[in-house]
Nanobody, 115 residues
Framework: QLQLVESGGGLVQAGGSLRLSCSAS????????MAWYRQAPGKQRELVAR???????NYADSVKGRFTISRDYVKNAVYLQMSSLKPEDTAVYYC?????????WGQGTQVTVSS
């Protein structure tokens, strides 16, 4: 089993920055990908950014150029640096790990961007 713990959410003004962190612990054999998703009220959960094992990263069009995903292989952690935040970035952000064919989710961290 793998556990994910997220941190770093909060309230920020438009144009500001936040950094989300997610640490994986437990029995970890291999990690295929680490990603961040978000879910705004009344909307479906959507992929924000993903980091896969070959080092490739992909981003939602809405965050390209503003968000950066990074990974610490030693700590089994993934980070999301968010800059130039907009009110439409307001959502609960979830860490996701794909490992050995299983999906794991963090508990979510709230990000609120005020205008």
């Amino acid at each position: 089993q793998l556990q994910l713990v997220e941190s770093g959410g909060g309230l920020v003004q438009a144009g500001g920055s936040l950094r989300l962190s997610c640490s994986a612990s437990g029995t970890i054999f291999s990690i295929n990908s680490m990603a961040w998703y978000r879910q705004a009220p009344g909307k479906q959960r959507e992929l924000v950014a993903r980091f896969i094992t070959n080092g490739a990263r992909n981003y939602a069009d809405s965050v390209k150029g503003r968000f950066t995903i990074s990974r610490d292989y030693v700590k089994n952690a993934v980070y999301l640096q968010m800059s130039s935040l907009k009110p439409e970035d307001t959502a609960v952000y979830y860490c996701n790990v794909l490992s050995e064919g299983d999906d794991y989710w963090g508990q979510g961290t709230q990000v609120t961007v005020s205008s």
